[in-house]
């Protein structure tokens, strides 16, 4: 293995550069990505702030809903209703 201080100071300055370039490319593409990270939280914040609403008009909903078990005891009931009225002759 070859140290630094076998090589010549053109050489050892060289292999520094590219460390250093190296280095440095890597700070930028580091620096990029927080950046876009940093885009996607707030992204992600404004996103969720407007599932609140969204939450509240679902929970609204739910409540104002319909099930399939309240429509048949209805239409049972119109149905009673509708054979009385016609075996006893109203209208």
Partial sequence: MVSLYDMSDDSTQEILGAIRDIAN???????????????????????????????SDISTMNFHMVTKEYLDD??????????????????
Wanted: net charge neutral; hydrophobic share 25%; proline share 2%.
């Fill in 25 to 55: 490319q890597t700070k930028s593409r580091l620096d990029s990505f927080e950046s876009e990270l940093r885009t996607m939280k707030s992204d992600l914040e404004v996103i969720q702030s407007g599932l609140g609403p969204t939450e």
């Fill in 74 to 91: 209805r239409l049972s009931n119109l149905r009673t209703d509708l054979t009385n009225q016609i075996r006893t002759g109203n209208s």
